[in-house]
């Protein structure tokens, strides 16, 4: 099988002899060649034989030549086409260049073979640009698929989002002689963290903050699967169903069971506490939370450090957790921080970051509003980690 095989070469050129020469040469080669002698009969058999490659005279007794290339151009941009031109006519040369044509030569064509190899890379050229279209317009046609589909994903995520925060307490509130207010910024659409309070009795307030590994959808949902397994578990208690004692630590063996049930592949680590102002005492449990929850009193901001510390829930079995318990002066503020916090904050050492959440503590006397403004809790900010305060203050 010869180069030229199935390959139509269209030759535009008012010289006979040139038309003819060339017409020899490229059959003996192997092409199918299809000859027109002025411009206008060039287009009439481009439209008619499709031609695989264009060998056009631009120098023509018509002075259409560009008008030809324009043509063509304008209906197959892709369109391989050769141009022969006169020694020393360099405009032309580069105005159809620019234009858009493949390949140059000079007339008189005293080698054919320089016609062949033009020919092969002209075929090259347009393979090349052909395959770089279906390229982008495949990678168009991937983007406007993404683009739906992240479109749709915003809408489902937002959607999420709203249900997530509604489903928090709204902030703040005044529950028996205690107020609390709190502040959730999602690093993405849907958070893994979570708060909440609600009171248990006359006298006691139920309140957490949850930090779920991870990020975006999943871990959104086991913050629903922790509140809604609070919630009844609350509910069995004041219906008086609640098999044993109601305290954060039970409560946490309790979640620790479930979730490692579930196979989610999840942990949360949590900080959980019951406020009595009956006696003015903090009943707390630690579930691998850090940092760990700061208190506000008498003009000083600290950790409040337990005496044991347990794994987060859903990662070991049988972990166990300790119920601890503080008393409280009438005057405090009580802040729990899940650890996105740490990631916000200045500062090159750990240690440097939990001394900044004292200093502004302090400086703020405890004051949720004005903590908030100093640690640039705004709801707006970008964070690389989802964050979550919650503060109590005795009334």
């Known amino acids: 099988m010869k180069n030229g095989a199935h390959i139509v070469v269209l030759v535009i050129d008012d ?3 040139v038309r003819e020469n060339i017409a020899a040469y490229l059959s ?15 287009i009439d058999a481009y439209h008619s034989c499709c031609p695989n490659i264009v060998v056009c005279d631009i120098n023509m ?20 086409i050769i141009i022969l031109s006169d020694v020393g006519n360099t405009e032309d040369v580069i105005r159809a260049m620019r234009l858009g044509v493949s390949d140059y030569l000079f007339k008189p064509l005293d080698d054919m073979e320089m016609l062949s190899i033009s020919i092969e890379r002209a075929r090259n ?3 090349l640009i052909e395959e770089n279209t279906r390229y982008r317009k495949n990678l168009e046609e991937i983007n406007r698929e993404l683009e739906e589909r992240v479109e749709i994903f915003q809408s489902d995520q937002q959607a999420g989002r709203a249900v997530q925060m509604r489903m928090l307490p709204i902030p703040p509130q005044d529950i028996n002689r205690f107020h609390f207010d709190h502040r959730v910024i999602p690093s993405l659409y849907l958070s893994g963290d979570s708060v909440d309070y609600k009171p248990i009795s006359r006298s006691k307030v139920l309140f957490y903050i949850g930090d779920v590994s991870g990020h975006g959808s999943s871990s959104a949902f086991v913050t629903v699967l922790l509140r809604f397994r609070i919630a009844q578990m609350l509910r069995e208690h ?32 949590v900080c959980m506490g019951i406020l009595d102002d009956s006696d003015n005492t903090l009943l707390y449990s630690i579930a691998g939370h850090h940092p760990l929850p700061i208190l506000y009193t008498q003009g000083r901001a600290h950790f409040i450090e337990p005496q044991k510390r347990s794994f987060p829930i859903g990662l070991v079995q049988d972990a166990e957790y300790t119920n601890e318990k503080i008393s409280l002066p009438d005057d405090f503020a009580l ?26 503590i302090g400086s703020c006397k405890g004051d949720f509003n004005e903590v908030k403004t100093g640690l640039n809790l705004h709801r707006d900010i970008k964070v690389p980690d989802d964050i979550a305060v919650l503060s109590a203050t005795g009334l």
Do not use: C
């Open 28 to 42: 003996n080669e192997g092409y199918r060649v299809v000859l027109a002698a002025t411009n206008e009969e060039g």
């Open 61 to 80: 007794p018509d002075k259409k030549g560009f008008d030809a290339l324009t043509t063509i151009f304008t209906q197959n941009p892709t369109q391989a």
């Open 335 to 360: 802040f729990l921080f899940s650890d996105g916090i740490l990631e916000h904050l200045p500062g090159s050492t750990m240690l440097e970051k939990e001394e900044r959440l004292l200093s502004v």
């Open 238 to 269: 004041i219906q008086g169903r609640f098999r044993s004692e109601f305290s954060p630590a039970y409560i946490l063996g309790l979640l620790n069971r479930d979730l490692l049930d579930t196979g989610l592949d999840k942990h949360i680590t």
């Open 15 to 17: 010289d006979a002899v």
């Open 125 to 127: 050229r347009s393979r």
